[in-house]
């Protein structure tokens, strides 16, 4: 049995984290011999009472240890009093064996490893208190991970563990992993519409391409067009770019106006292309944001949209192949409101709207061509 107590000597308070029932019993004598209350020896009072009783209880070499250690901040009259009541232990007041301080081994123990969790922490740049902190803690699985995605020409609503909400369009999938403070996915491929529930002490990171965006709370569209290029729109609220190692853009097209390295903070109604070491920033034109959440509702919309732009984004829906016989019409701008998948409409509405007429050919593809005199 053990206990935690404090000793009270002729010299002060020294508290023991650990004792045993010997350094109880040891403790009674010294008491005896310093009362708490007193200054002065009550010497008198244990040679009277107290000193067969020491002396047979000193026989153990463990007691003598015991009180050897307790004796070393006591008085001279104190240690006198021990060398007379017990002059067959002489080794009293040399100096004690040390004895095993589990306390401070254990204490060594729990710093080392600290220092291999906070490195462990660090490497993975992040650090412990963010998954702590909260009266509502709670023990995360190991794997909290859960893959979500769609196929061609579906839209699929994610209710996530919070109340915030992913819409996920055609073609896409995400990898959700939520921790106690952090709430993070990933935008494997496609486009997806985040509708954050606020919370200021779990932020909502997002990782897509080769870039991730922080949000707290606030809705956005996230597009990968592909693994160096995405496309970043705000809708309400704000969505950090993270910063990423600057980098210069290597070829013409990459260096469009408004261009910023590092960390940004896009705001409700502005959108911005994202490559990896560098963004480039604007604000949403008349109609734009309309068009940009049309697929929300099922829709496509082309404001004098290039043919060619128009059929990469039909063929986000369809499995239908579509071949411009004529490279002129890859320019043609085509203005109008679609069904997503509605692959017939549009052809109806080039026909009579672009003077583009279409067929299909043995292999089922749709061919372009301008539509001729006879065919009108």
Known sequence: MSYRFAVITDRGIAIRPAVTDADLKAWNHIRRIVAPNESVPTIELLRAEEGPLLRSWLQNRTHRNVIQELAKSASPEVKGLLSELCPDHPDLLAVAPPRPNYFGAAMKAVLALSIVVLGTFALMGTMPWLYFGNARLTTVPKDTSTTYKTTTGVIREVKLPDNSVVTLNTRSQITVTYALHARNVNLD???????????????????????????????????????????????????????????????????????????????????????????????????????????????????????????????????????VADEKLRSVRVAGDFRTGDVDGLLDVLRKNFRIDSRRDAHGRVVLTPLTAAGS
């Open 189 to 323: 491929y496609g486009e997806a519409s985040f509708d954050v529930v606020r919370n200021p002490d779990r932020p909502f990171n997002v990782r897509a391409g080769k870039r991730e965006f922080q949000a707290v709370g606030t809705r956005f569209i996230v597009r990968v067009i592909d693994p160096d290029n995405v496309e970043l729109t705000v809708t309400e609220g704000e969505v950090k770019v993270v910063y990423a190692p600057p980098r210069l853009p290597q070829t013409p097209e990459e260096r469009r106006e408004n261009l910023t390295f590092g960390e940004q903070t896009l705001t409700a109604f502005q959108t911005a292309r994202v490559q990896p070491g560098y963004q480039s920033v604007r604000e949403l034109i008349t109609g734009e944001k309309e068009a940009r959440e049309a697929w929300q509702q099922g829709k496509i919309i082309f404001d004098r949209t290039p043919l060619a732009d128009v059929l990469a984004e039909v063929d986000r829906y369809t499995n239908i192949e579509f071949i």
